[in-house]
């Protein structure tokens, strides 16, 4: 069973669901909006936002008629532990490689 980080990363490797990521992180959109900004009709762009949700990128709410689109917090926080995990193992990594190099002088 993949992780929520997983499905996050997954999801955010295609570039039209990146488009849509990056301009929800401007601020929270109805679909309308976002298929404008997008050389893909608006069925396109739901399909993209119905993956990104499932993946915890993105919530909805319901704003009369329409639904308005933002990132989920929480999903975000998760992608970002993620990505800093890795960034410390990297940043670990190479101090002991510099060190280690030292050594040998």
């Known amino acids: ?6 499905w996050g990363w997954t ?4 570039p039209t ?20 900004e997008l050389p893909v009709s ?4 739901s ?6 949700k499932q993946a915890r990128l993105v919530v909805e709410q319901q704003a009369g008629n329409r639904r308005i689109y ?7 926080g998760a992608l970002r532990a993620d990505l800093e995990r890795f960034w410390i193992k990297a940043l670990a990594n190479y101090k002991a490689a510099v060190e ?3 050594g040998e002088d």
Request: hydrophobic fraction near 40%; charged fraction near 30%; proline fraction near 8%.
């Open 100 to 102: 280690q190099r030292q």
């Open 11 to 14: 999801a955010l490797g295609d």
């Open 70 to 76: 933002r990132l989920d917090p929480e999903g975000v």
């Open 42 to 45: 608006r069925p396109a762009v």
């Open 1 to 6: 069973m993949q992780t929520y980080q997983a």
């Open 17 to 36: 669901r990146r488009a849509i990521f990056e301009r929800l992180a401007d601020r929270p959109r109805p679909v309308g909006e976002l298929a404008r």
């Open 47 to 52: 399909q993209h936002l119905k993956v990104l």
